[in-house]
């Protein structure tokens, strides 16, 4: 049977090869500017978040998190060079430290670590999308749909494993008027 994906893939990189290559506009700049340094910054914090937990699921979790945001940041600041966009300045990263020396007025909770992971997440999430309304180029695109899709698949994955582990901050549940649980 042929593998309907591959075939997807060619047709799409057929039309790329041969779409001229308009240079970045201002919008696509901003967006790869930004998501560059959220990457960054992210991967720095999800870094220290390793430093600060012993659960052995959390710290999992946040390792993938860091090899997600790590190979995003070098293919943006490839592509980005390649473009001739300056970079944004960055962190660097964290050494690995032993989780049981961070004191407890700072060390942030497992729960605390999850959600702020899951909000930077969702941070992601949201600026993939904005950025693909916004492209004009279709190589730019891919590379857009590629971190939108990576991003969509960590957080179903680890918004299971919060709900799981009763780390998922959400809001209360909305029963509107006249619905059986509204109680009016």
């Not at 970045?24 to 967006?31: D, I, R, Y």
Request: contains cysteine; positive net charge; glycine residues 4%.
């Amino acid at each position: 049977m042929p593998d309907v994906l591959k075939a997807i893939k060619n047709v799409v990189q057929s039309l790329l090869d041969e779409e001229p290559k308009s240079p970045l506009h201002v919008g696509e700049v901003m967006s790869y500017w930004l998501f560059l340094a959220l990457c960054a910054e992210t991967q720095v914090q999800t870094e220290a978040g390793i430093n600060s937990t012993t659960d052995p699921e959390l710290r999992k979790a946040l390792h993938e998190a860091v090899e997600m945001f790590k190979s995003q940041k070098e293919q943006l600041t490839a592509f980005l060079r390649l473009e001739g966009v300056p970079l944004p300045p960055t962190s660097e990263s964290k050494p690995i430290s032993d989780p049981n020396s961070v004191p407890f007025g700072v060390k942030l909770t497992d729960k605390e670590l999850a959600n702020s992971l899951k909000k930077k997440i969702s941070m992601a999430i949201t600026n993939c999308a904005n950025a693909s309304a916004q492209i004009i180029r279709n190589d730019v695109g891919i590379m857009w749909g590629k971190f939108l899709q990576e991003h969509i698949t960590f957080l179903i994955t680890f918004k299971s494993q919060m709900r799981k582990r009763g780390w998922l901050n959400a809001p209360p549940p909305y029963h509107p008027a006249g619905s059986p649980n509204s109680g009016r």
